[in-house]
């Protein structure tokens, strides 16, 4: 299963895994939204484009999210379809991200919880038997 | 593990790098659930997350966890860490994503029987009005110089452009300006962020509750509260919205680097802090009062909607609504506490938690200091909200601080799947409860069985003396973001 979201009290924990790391971080994204809509629901019909450089793979998986968080609230855009690569660069690492999606229609789009920030708990990128997991704690 | 020291009150004792005891104020239900996280090794729980917070420089007395305590991230919610100002440290897993969240309460001159013919038409009215849920926009279109203004000034500055009245400042706390904001320390994101934002609900457990006092537990508080029973009054549970979001995101990162820079350990990535006096710790508190400036004015511009909704519906379109108070609880501010006898001044963080200042302190409103100000704490869609009031007691042993609502006991997942939300609606309206909702998910999510007993953490409150009863608040409507 691609997505999980986990027991968390007040928030809500994910678990996204891929057999690359892009595969891994395109399902977060899938999985962000998937707290806030219907993502089935989300028509792919504009792109947004995300290139973004980090330190450690955790924080540039925070840094990714975060983008895409930013995004409903500058231009009203959500997200249904994602394509990540992710690379070694400059001594840390390097995001290519390109989101699909369509301007937010509540009437369409089954909306639930937003959320508010990508926490640091539990915060986890790796690697392990040919997969890839992500993990983080988001906050609303 | 841990020792019980009086009925509601528990102590765990410093342990490996703990450098002060956890004190935890709950009954006997809530420490069970807490031991067996432990036990089980849940992957979060609430009193590891105490008892981290307790490693922390310079904390003073001890790491508290109030009744309503349940696993956060860094702190757990619910939970109070007080640090020296030479030696201690700025958290910002310790104030939150929702900056100076809190509630704002407004008392109308009416009795139940003069609204209830007018519930429905009300119900909507508010759902109409106030904007709410996922996407939603305020009226307020405000451009990043104004953005500033509001930054510094907080309910002031939406007061001056018409959102509610002069009368209202008095009543909020901190006046509803919280000093020291510099709008310099404030990403240019996080202002065109809230650029719609000003006036808006929000979602997941904010709302915006039509409700009935329905029982006076001290008089002589009520009286200066200006409480009665049966008496309508409204309240509004939200926060800063989308700049204090990108506050605690930004600062996040700025501050794991300053944890770094400074040589400081810490238990876990979200306790990332900074000394106080430091370059990044005085950014980080300039930018919190920011924050919360920003969360006093989005409480202020819906208070001004809600009383334009009441004006909309014949029948009730007379009511003169006044603020009782407006209390955060998620922030981080100095205060002076008296601490083994000698009188301190403590960056006091309390994320889940109210400040709760007993009587004679001149921080609470003048008509308020003989008893103490209102502690304002929200129950479930389906259960009782409390007005309660801070107490000596409480103000030795706690901080003065003061529990905030009844807490969460089940996830989100669980509670989704276990409660649909068209059933939650039905089940309350059968109680006498409208529902109006802009997401069904939310109500399954909020569904009163996915959380505590808020009688039990009031009664837990009480009990300990960190907090007296005042008067209990009955749901007659609720809207839900």
Redesign the interface.
């Known amino acids: 299963m691609p997505i999980e979201?986990?027991?968390?009290?007040?928030?809500?924990?994910l678990r996204a895994t891929g057999r690359t790391i892009g595969e891994a971080f395109a399902e977060a994204a899938r999985g962000l939204f998937g707290v806030?809509?219907d993502a089935a629901r989300v028509d792919p019909s504009q792109e947004h484009h995300v290139f973004t450089h980090a330190a450690t793979l955790e924080?540039l998986l925070?840094a990714w999210l975060?983008d895409l968080?930013?995004q409903?609230?500058?231009t009203?855009l959500v997200f249904s379809r994602f394509a990540v690569d992710v690379r070694s660069e400059d001594g840390g690492f390097a995001l290519r991200g390109t989101a699909i999606g369509e301007p937010?229609d509540?009437t369409r789009h089954?909306?639930?919880?937003?959320v508010?920030?990508?926490?640091?708990?539990?915060?986890r990128v790796e690697e392990a038997g040919g997969e890839w997991t992500t993990e983080c704690?988001f906050?609303? | 593990m841990l020792k019980r020291t009086s009925t509601y009150e528990w102590q765990l004792a410093p342990t490996g790098k703990m450098r002060v005891p956890v004190t935890l104020f709950a009954d006997e239900t809530t420490i069970a659930q807490l031991t067996a996280d432990v036990a089980n090794r849940a992957?979060?729980n609430a009193l590891q997350q105490a008892a981290h917070v307790a490693c922390l420089p310079g904390i003073a007395q001890s790491s508290l966890a109030l009744p309503d305590v349940?696993?956060?991230?860094?702190f757990p919610?619910g939970g109070v860490g007080a640090f020296d100002l030479d030696t201690g440290v700025v958290v910002v897993?310790g104030v939150?994503?929702?900056i100076n969240c809190g509630v704002r309460l407004l008392a109308t001159d009416l009795d139940r029987s003069t609204v209830e013919p007018h519930l429905v038409e009300l119900a909507d009215a508010l759902f109409n009005t106030v904007p709410a849920?996922?996407?939603s926009q305020g009226s307020l279109r405000l451009k990043p110089a104004e953005i500033d203004r509001v930054l510094v000034e907080g309910a002031e500055s939406v007061v001056r452009r018409g959102y509610g009245i002069e009368e209202d400042l008095a009543f909020i706390e901190e006046g509803g300006r919280m000093r020291g904001a510099d709008p310099g320390t404030v990403s240019d994101?996080a202002k065109?962020?809230q650029f719609?934002?000003v006036g808006t609900l929000?979602?997941?457990n904010h709302y915006l509750e039509v409700q009935a006092v329905d029982r006076i537990l001290d008089a002589e508080a009520a009286t200066a509260y200006g409480l009665f029973e049966r008496q309508i009054v409204v309240s509004i549970h939200t926060g800063s919205r989308?700049l204090?979001?990108?506050i605690?995101?930004d600062y996040?990162?700025e501050m794991?680097e300053a944890t770094k820079v400074h040589g400081i350990e810490i238990p876990?990535?979200?306790l990332?802090c900074a000394p106080i006096d430091s370059l990044a710790g005085r950014r980080y508190l300039a930018a919190v009062a920011c924050g919360a400036n920003c969360a006093f004015a989005n409480r202020q511009a819906i208070a001004h909607l809600v009383r334009q909704a009441f004006a909309s519906v014949k029948g009730v379109s007379r009511a003169m609504l006044r603020t009782v108070y407006d209390i955060g609880h998620n922030n981080a501010k100095v205060e002076r506490h008296t601490v083994a006898g000698v009188d301190r001044e403590l960056l006091v963080h309390r994320k889940g938690s109210t400040r709760a200042f007993g009587p004679q302190r001149e921080e609470s409103p003048a008509a308020y200091r003989h008893v103490g100000h209102p502690i304002l704490v929200g129950g479930t869609m389906g259960t009782a909200s409390y007005v309660l009031r801070g107490t000596d007691t409480g103000m030795r042993k706690a901080f003065g601080s003061g529990i905030h609502g009844a807490g969460?006991?089940?996830?989100?997942?669980?509670a989704a799947k276990k409660h649909w939300g068209e059933a939650v609606i039905e089940e309350l309206g059968t109680s006498g409860i409208l529902v109006r909702a802009?997401?069904l998910?939310?109500v399954a999510?909020e569904a009163p069985a996915a959380y505590k007993d808020v009688e039990a953490v009031v009664g837990a409150a009480v009990g300990s003396g960190i907090n007296a009863p005042v008067a209990r608040l009955m749901p007659l409507a609720v809207i839900k973001?």
């Open positions: 979201y986990l027991d968390h009290t007040a928030d809500v924990g806030m809509l924080e925070v975060s968080l930013v409903k609230d500058l009203g937010l509540v089954r909306p639930g919880c937003e508010k920030g990508i926490s640091l708990l539990g915060l704690v906050d609303v | 992957q979060w349940h696993p956060g991230y860094g919610i897993g939150g994503f929702d849920g996922l996407g994101l065109q962020r719609r934002q929000g979602s997941g989308a204090g979001h990108q605690g995101q996040l990162k794991a876990e990535q979200e990332a969460r006991a089940m996830s989100r997942k669980k802009h997401s998910r939310s999510e973001g």
